[in-house]
């Protein structure tokens, strides 16, 4: 009877003990999850230590940056005080040069007038020219007519004496000298006139030259 109670306490206390073995193994168990959480832990404490240092490397960059864009701002500011001011001293200059281009406008302008005058007096005097070439041309086609009348008389009188034909030969002689010299004084005049108009050409070109580049 001992024995069976002796028996009896002795699997109860094999059963505690391995009762007491399993809960040491889960607390083992448990202990190594634990260790393992906290080196999982360390792990990402020394990832956000990096991260901490990288963040206040690029806080240290931007607060840099930050210097830097303050400093360009207010350099920025200065020079935009600069350029107002030589906004307005260009807005003067334009001003003055707006002014300038009315007063060459209006030089031009009376030149213009002057120069379309000229011409006009000009175109006269060509046309008036003009007929007094046209009358020589006219009074040497009348005297080539009349030459050839003459020769018609001569040929009609070649019976006659040698010095009534040589006085009519003179004569003709005479008219054809002042016909002629009648005729290069017309030229020489025409082409005066011509040399005149290419003058006002040039005049005009220049002027209108002068009016483009005012522009």
């Known amino acids: 009877m001992q024995m069976e109670t ?15 073995k399993d809960m040491l193994d889960q607390v083992n168990e448990e202990i190594e999850q634990n260790i393992q959480k906290t080196r999982e832990i360390d792990s990402e404490i020394v990832k956000h230590s990096h991260v901490q240092k990288e963040l206040l490397a690029r806080e240290c960059q931007l ?9 360009e701002l207010s350099g920025l500011l200065q020079l935009s005080g600069t ?6 001293l260009l807005e003067t200059k334009i001003k003055l040069l707006k002014s300038n281009l009315v007063e060459i406008k209006r030089r031009s302008s009376d030149k213009m ?3 379309t005058d000229e011409c006009a007096q000009f175109q006269a005097t060509v046309i008036e020219d003009s007929k007094e070439m046209a ?4 009074e040497k086609e009348a005297l080539e007519k009349e030459m050839l009348n003459l020769e018609l008389k ?3 009188l070649q019976n006659s004496t040698t010095d009534y034909i040589a006085e009519i030969l003179d004569e003709i002689l005479r008219a054809c000298s002042v016909l002629e010299a009648e005729l290069k004084h017309g030229v020489t005049k025409y082409k005066s006139v011509l040399e005149d108009i290419n003058n006002l050409k040039v005049i005009f070109a220049n002027t209108i030259g002068d009016q483009n580049s005012s522009h």
């Not at 607060?63 to 400093?71: P, R």
């Not at 009358?135 to 006219?138: A, I, W």
């Open 63 to 71: 607060t840099k940056l930050v210097s830097l864009s303050e400093f």
């Open 135 to 138: 009358s020589l041309v006219e």
């Open 113 to 115: 007038d002057t120069f």
């Open 6 to 20: 002796a028996m009896e306490g002795s699997s109860a206390i094999l059963l505690q003990i391995s009762s007491l």
């Open 83 to 88: 350029e107002a001011a030589s906004l307005e």
């Open 154 to 156: 001569i040929n009609m």
